[in-house]
């Protein structure tokens, strides 16, 4: 018997509810550019502290999630697909900015959303 769309959706909204462990070597904040027809991800790093927040690594400081803390990108990775991204940051980047199996994982399921939305013409708002 066939899982409808709804309890797919649904798994994955409870499944997005777990803890994570955060990835030492820093977070992605990932946006499309509709007009250059580009995915892009912005690599952020991070220091986690003893109760597992991500930090800044200048100041110390835990990392609001509400974007509300303008910091400088470490790196930018652009891609037309999410194939392209991942080989990006992946197979050609010189620093492993990925330390965590996990994280990896989540990036290229947000990569393929990303451009599922950018090839249907819809929002695409990073989990």
Do not use: W
């Not at 070597?25 to 991070?46: C, P, Q, S």
């Not at 194939?83 to 940051?89: G, P, R």
């Not at 399921?109 to 013409?121: H, I, K, S």
Request: net charge negative; with cysteine; aromatic share 8%.
């Amino acid at each position: 018997m066939a899982q409808s769309v709804l309890d797919t959706t649904a798994l994955d909204d409870k499944l997005s509810q777990r803890f994570i462990e955060l990835d030492p070597n820093g977070y992605f904040i990932i946006y499309l550019d509709r007009d250059a027809r580009l995915i892009y991800a912005e690599h952020y790093t991070n220091t986690i502290n003893d109760k597992g927040l991500a930090c800044d690594p200048e100041t110390g400081e835990p990392i609001p999630c509400n974007g509300s803390l303008k910091r400088q990108a470490s790196t930018l990775f652009k891609g037309r697909t999410a194939k392209e991204l991942c080989i990006e940051i992946f197979e050609k980047s010189t620093t492993c900015l990925v330390s965590r199996l996990d994280h990896a994982a989540y990036l290229g399921r947000e990569f393929v959303r990303a451009e599922d939305a950018l090839l249907a013409g819809e929002e695409y708002i990073q989990d």
